[in-house]
């Protein structure tokens, strides 16, 4: 069974603070996406990378994907109050007829 | 509008009762995902559908539980005898082609059973 750790899984900060995510598993996929959600809404794909070692930048957020397609991180410089939501990686095996494989989430709180 | 579009918004129900809950994809998309989540926490998988047929359905957690997309797009979730434990956000995705590509989310519908 493939598994994806997502850390941390909640974190407060303030304004202006820099801040990282991380999501690890122990299995190679295809692609490593990133969404974000807010309440009451549906998550929102920001990110799909499939190159080990890729590296994509959405304004202040970074993306990076392990050399061996098993982990990848979020970066977030300067957080804003905006940035407050539910952070989500999904893995995708490989495979037509494969599902996603869902981290957790790391709920992401960035106060004024 | 083209996105992914879930109804109702909110339901409840007593316990006992049956609900369906109905999403409609974007048209022409064919993998069609069903997700359960709790508060503050990821979705979790419940079945999942390439076109008409029911690729995966590890994921429903009793046989109160039954999806169908007959036709390919309009899916619906029926949940029987609701237990309390149902209570949760129901999630609807569709991705354009395979299972493991992005996909797209409607709003969810928020179910209470009372």
């Known amino acids: 069974t493939q598994l994806l750790e997502q850390s941390p899984q909640f974190l407060s900060i303030q304004e202006g603070e820099n801040l990282t995510v991380y999501c690890n598993s122990s299995s190679v996929f295809s692609s490593l996406q990133w969404y974000r959600q807010e309440p009451g809404e549906g998550p929102v794909l920001l990110v799909t990378v499939v190159t080990g070692g890729e590296v994509k930048k959405l304004k202040r957020l970074t993306f990076q994907f392990g050399d061996a397609r098993k982990d990848s991180s979020l970066h977030i410089t300067a957080a804003q109050p905006g940035d407050t939501g539910l952070y989500l990686c999904?893995?995708?095996?490989?495979?037509?007829?494969?599902?996603?494989?869902w981290g957790l989430g790391t709920s992401l709180a960035v106060n004024p | 509008g083209a996105g992914v579009s879930q109804s109702p918004r909110y339901k409840v129900a007593k316990r006992g009762q049956d609900v369906a809950l109905r999403c409609d994809p974007i048209?022409?998309?064919?993998?069609l995902f069903w997700y359960q989540q709790a508060l503050g926490q990821g979705p979790e998988f419940l079945t999942y559908?390439?076109?008409?047929?029911?690729?995966?359905k590890s994921g429903l957690p009793s046989d109160r539980f039954f999806a169908e997309r007959p036709e390919g797009s309009v899916s619906t979730l029926k949940i029987q005898r609701t237990q309390q434990e149902d209570s949760a956000v129901y999630l609807c995705?569709?991705?354009?082609?395979?299972?493991?590509?992005?996909?797209?989310f409607g709003d969810g519908t928020r179910l209470s059973i009372l």
């Open positions: 999904a893995g995708g095996p490989a495979g037509n007829n494969r599902k996603l494989i």
């Open positions: 048209s022409g998309h064919v993998s």
């Open positions: 559908f390439q076109n008409e047929a029911q690729l995966d």
């Open positions: 995705a569709s991705s354009a082609q395979a299972g493991n590509q992005p996909q797209h």
